[in-house]
């Protein structure tokens, strides 16, 4: 590629690529996004209509600097909320059946929100020392949702004990649905950089970095290392994927947290009817892959979980995707690991780097959001010394 200086060129148009672009253009910089496919969003990106999935579980936090950072310019407004009747939906797998709240020990284990968990220990050990090994298990289970990851009890014990109390702590939960889902949120932040004057180039694979200006490289961490020329790698979850659509039944759950398994499941079509036709339920599936465990058997496990949540969900079906998603589903910390040891923004040489699994507070696409806004300061501060130097 040409050298264009003072021109900053970010690789990737996913979550992370378009908040770079966002955030850069909004401060008078020129910038060029390439993104190698037809369309935009990465894995933000949803099936078009009547059924509107996505990969797995996609909703918004409302307790942190990235939803502020959306919120501010519009890009989350249009919220869609549970109807009582869907919000008494929610279960708890436990021991094969479906109870209405967590095992007692565990409703004990959620209410010390103000207890630490040490970064170097596994969260099995340390959770069973507390609260026995049952309770421990059950707690990794639950958290599975956002770990996508059969054996969340191997992780560090702070990652984990964070992620439950944000997620299933007794504070009030900061979740958000946004009407249209990702695809709409996306879809506001690619039209926000193209009004400000971003060029986007689409069906455009980058394959060197380009010269003269800054770089930010907002792909996986595979591609972003293949550009660089080094190795980068992070631990990521690994699960089965289901999305299906039915003929809307009175016994369907709307959300289960499977604490036997590790599973997930949730009716979107419950705070946002936008996305299946009228008389139908949408929901979102999930099972993580056990170790060496064939995908056709981790399917498997995840239709029985359908059969228990969703009973004869195989006469009414309307719609259904099966997915796999490995090494994409954002970044888990291992004992002694934190956010601040994964790959960093900063790479030198004026090329940064962005993503779910870099160095970059937050949860899954959160740090895609932190690590683009990070990434964009570096990136506008490098062009403006070019500019100024030039």
């Not at 008389?279 to 239709?303: I, T």
């Amino acid at each position: 590629m040409t050298s264009n200086t003072g021109t900053i060129t970010i690789i990737g148009g996913g979550l992370a690529g378009l908040t770079a672009a966002v955030a850069c253009v909004e401060t008078g910089a020129a910038v060029v996004l390439h993104e190698a496919h037809r369309d935009l969003g990465g894995r933000g990106r949803a099936t078009p209509p009547p059924h509107v999935a996505h990969d797995g579980a996609h909703v918004f936090y409302a307790d942190g600097p990235h939803y502020r950072w959306l919120a501010k310019r519009g890009f989350v407004k249009g919220l869609g909320w549970p109807s009582p009747a869907g919000a008494a939906g929610l279960r708890f797998r436990a021991g094969g059946r479906l109870r209405r709240t967590p095992p007692p020990p565990m409703l004990r284990a959620q209410a010390r929100f103000r207890l630490d968990a040490p970064v170097d220990e596994d969260f099995r050990t340390w959770a069973s020392r507390r609260w026995g090994e049952a309770t421990a298990r059950h707690i990794a289970n639950a958290i599975s949702v956002v770990t996508y990851d059969a054996d969340t009890g191997r992780l560090s014990a702070a990652f984990v004990w964070e992620l439950f109390q944000r997620v299933l702590g007794p504070r009030p939960p900061a979740v958000r649905w946004v009407r249209g889902g990702w695809q709409t949120v996306l879809d506001r932040m690619a039209a926000r950089a193209a009004a400000l004057g971003v060029r986007i180039e689409t069906g455009s694979r980058v394959d060197a970095l380009p010269a003269g200006g800054p770089v930010i490289v907002a792909t996986d961490l595979a591609s972003a290392g293949r550009l660089l020329g080094e190795e980068l790698s992070w631990t990521s979850g690994h699960c089965a994927l289901l999305d299906v659509a039915v003929r809307s039944g009175r016994g369907d759950r709307t959300l289960v947290f499977d604490l036997d398994e590790g599973g997930f499941h949730e009716s979107y079509t419950m705070q946002d009817d936008s996305i299946a036709p009228p008389g139908e339920s949408l929901f979102q599936l999930q099972m993580p892959v056990r170790d060496g465990e064939p995908h056709r058997q981790a399917h498997q496990r995840l239709r029985v979980f359908a059969d228990l949540v969703l009973p004869d969900w195989r006469e009414r079906v309307t719609f259904q995707r099966h997915a796999v998603a490995k090494g994409r589903s954002g970044a888990l910390d291992l004992p002694g690991e934190t956010w601040r040891d994964r790959p960093a923004v900063d790479r030198g040489d004026g090329v940064y780097l962005a993503g779910d699994m870099v160095a970059a507070p937050g949860m899954r696409g959160e740090v895609s959001i932190n690590s683009a806004l990070a990434a964009a300061r570096l990136a506008t501060a490098a062009a403006l010394r070019s500019s100024v130097a030039g």
